[in-house]
């Protein structure tokens, strides 16, 4: 690992904290999505979610939609009762987020990165409710943030990122050994000085840097979530966009024995039922996505 | 998605034509899922409440809750099961049904067999296709492996054994005359390669697909049958297990197990699990696809396995 080319990025990255508008919407979310459903103070959503007419727009959009029974919705309060606390509360973490990178600098599919990042979500807390893991909404925001490194590198180092993207979808790679190999870091090392500066909490900021370190795993509960959930979504179709040639045997993972350890009902876990449910999410979490990045789109759903 | 997110607002109906929230189809997907292995995702209940509709206006049942009874505890229900198992797997047969199999093997089992085998000496492979019906599978995997051949397996020979319990779907297979449903998913090309036409509507596999598969009688109960099958590097076995009940499935995977070679994968159907049937085949996740792994055994000195 080049730690000094990881140096010379760190001015980059801290830097990006001067972009308006993050923090500030950012900081009261990552706090709410971690309360337990019924403690979100729905007025405070509201309050969020209207600050971005377009975001506002899409709640709103989204709850008219098929999936959702086609209300006739046309508040944003209405949208969000309609939808669920937590979905809204996704959404506009993702568009805040997203904002961070202009629409034009994507190297990486803006909804790929989406789909998987959501997906991360919804898979680590059904796991984490599965196991019995005490708090599955913090599960959940850490599947959404954990590969906010790739945010990092696509602003910090445009250029190397992209080749590490290549050379992974030409190589049928993990993006991180792709990383390692073009960049000298990988987005996990990037998303974590972002996270600090963010003021994420411990935890989160350990899955952050160490969801594809399996020897850090050890007494990690969240990062081994997030590692396996992680897997399992780029093994289900919600992955980085592109083919990797990999089997993997999860149940001798190191970090399914760390999380086993500690959580004995994981052992237990159906795994081949477990996927075959991240299969059956699939419409909702591409109609999340799409409420947050297709915005112009006519809705094509019959 | 109301089984995997438990904080849903709404309840979201795909077609509105059943009351999908009847929660009789929840447990109707759990006694399918408990006896035969098929598991269907709740956002998927809608099509799986469809294929019940046929068989509940076949015998008549009102409802889902008494359809229900007819798979649990009226006298026939061995036979509704079947007959609802027939409509869940129907017409899902045709070639190259499954891309996401054939690349988890182009990309990560066949280099691995073929590193682990050649190191022995070994330039064979053994695949064996339990439950072949109409012949679909064992000629996908007669054709995958000869395009490989110019590749990855430049300098190997295989052969591909196909059983199957039905004499009408082992005649069928034999003859290799398929029309364009089982053919939908085959590039021109394969076609023009692999087969010749039969008829105005038909094709028919040539000669050189034939000689690789060897198709036999064979009874997945029949211990004498099963004990005498070694040295297998993979099975598929689609759609087949679902039938057994739970120690008639144990025993065919042990035998299994026993057929493969350290190393080797079973291959089931994309909807089924071997989830408490059986404990020594390692779950493999591919992109797509999910094997079943005969782990070779390491002597790590320990005297443990």
Known sequence: ?302 | MAAFDEQVANTATKSGAEDLRDPAYLKIRDVIYQISGIYQPEEKLYLLASRCARRMSAVHAKSPSEYLDHLTILANRDTELRLLLNEITIGETYMFRSPPQLDALRNVILPQLIEAKSAMGFKRLRLWSAGCSTGEEPYTLAMFLLEESAHLLAGWTFDILATDLNDNSLAAARAGIYREYALRSTSEQLRKKYFRPHDEERLQVTDQIKSLIRFDRVNLNDDGKMTFLKGIDLIFCCNVLIYFDLSSKRKVVQHFYSNLLPGGYLFLGHAESLYQVDDRFQLVHFPGAIGYWKAPVVYRGDGKP
């Open chain 1, 1 to 302: 690992m080049n730690s000094s080319k990881l140096e010379q990025i760190r001015p980059k990255i801290e830097a990006l904290e001067a972009i308006p508008t993050i923090p500030a919407v950012v900081l009261p979310l990552t706090s709410m999505l971690q309360s337990a459903p019924d403690q979100v103070n729905i007025e405070r959503i509201v309050e969020l979610a209207s600050y971005d007419g377009t975001i506002a727009a899409q709640c709103i959009r989204m709850a008219n939609s098929p999936l959702f029974g086609r209300r006739n919705t046309e508040t944003v309060r209405s949208a969000i009762l309609a939808l669920g606390l937590k979905r809204v509360e996704a959404i506009l973490l993702g568009c805040c987020l997203n904002q961070i990178v202009p629409s034009d600098k994507w190297v990486f599919d803006a909804v790929t990165f989406w789909r998987h990042s959501l997906g991360c979500a919804l898979v680590s807390r059904r796991m984490a409710k599965l196991i019995g893991y005490p708090d599955p909404e913090k599960a959940y925001l850490a599947g959404l943030v954990h590969d906010l490194g790739i945010l990092v590198n696509t602003i910090a180092c445009p250029g190397d990122f992209l080749q590490a993207i290549r050379t992974a979808r030409a190589e049928f790679l993990a993006l991180h050994r792709s990383e390692e190999r073009n960049l000298g870091f990988t987005h996990c090392q990037s998303g974590k000085i972002l996270a600090e500066r963010w003021s994420f909490s411990a935890d989160l900021i350990e899955a952050i840097e160490f969801h594809h370190d399996v020897g850090q795993l050890a007494s990690r509960p969240l990062a081994s979530l997030i590692h396996i959930s992680d897997l399992l979504c780029r093994l289900r179709d919600l992955g980085y966009g592109y083919y990797e040639a990999m089997g993997v045997h999860l149940a001798g993972d190191a970090a399914w024995a760390a999380l086993a350890n500690q959580y004995p009902e994981l052992a237990k876990t159906d795994l081949a039922r477990l996927t075959m449910d991240i299969d059956g999410a699939m419409d909702e979490i591409t109609a999340i996505v799409d409420a947050v990045f297709k915005p112009q789109q006519p809705s094509t759903e019959q």
